[in-house]
């Protein structure tokens, strides 16, 4: 080996730790970026005919955790099903009514029972049998439009979810 071949094969050297001094810089820099992940530096030696020539960077890579990355899609999974399902108590919730409000399944059904036990106390009233079939026409349709409203908020759900899912996939994708 030449002196020249020496020098050479030292500089690319000096080349290579350099660039992986400037990697590790970024490195401690951004320790505490948010979405920064470390990279590392792979090397490879350069030979000729079984002659050393020195080293290059072979490339650049970015050091991801698997695991972590597992555990953080679950946990973002799991976020995104909480959030979605919240709002959609808080939907059937409105839609149910809060207790003793007019418009409350709870006020339907007491409504139709507080009319049955008018009507047998007098049977032979015909308001109290007209009453109790009122009410009992507005209890149905109360219930028949809660049903539609809480298969369209299942619909409605089940295309969140799949929105949710996707963005994640996406995250993970970009990871």
């Keep these: ?11 690319t050297g000096i080349n290579t730790n350099k660039e992986q001094i400037e990697v590790i810089s970024n490195n401690i820099a951004n320790v505490n970026t948010e979405g920064y992940v470390k990279r590392s530096v792979q090397q490879k030696s350069q030979s000729t005919l079984g ?3 020195g080293v290059i960077i072979e490339d650049i890579r970015r050091d991801v955790d698997v695991f972590l990355v597992e555990r953080i899609a679950n946990q973002q999974t799991a976020l995104g099903e909480s959030e979605v399902l919240a709002e959609y108590y808080q939907r059937i919730q409105l839609l149910y009514g809060q207790p003793n409000q007019n418009n409350s399944l709870n006020n339907y059904v007491d409504d139709f029972f507080e009319s049955l036990n008018s009507l047998s106390t007098n049977p032979e009233l015909p308001s109290l049998r007209t009453d109790v079939v009122d009410q009992g026409v507005a209890l149905t349709e109360y219930i028949s439009g809660l049903a539609d409203n809480l298969y369209d908020l299942q619909l409605s759900a089940d295309t969140e979810f799949n929105n949710v899912i996707e963005n994640i996939n996406n995250d993970i994708a970009e990871i």
């Excluded at 080996?1 to 500089?11: D, R, T």
């Design 1 to 11: 080996m030449s002196i020249s071949s020496a020098i050479q094969s030292a500089i």
């Design 51 to 53: 002659v050393g020539q």
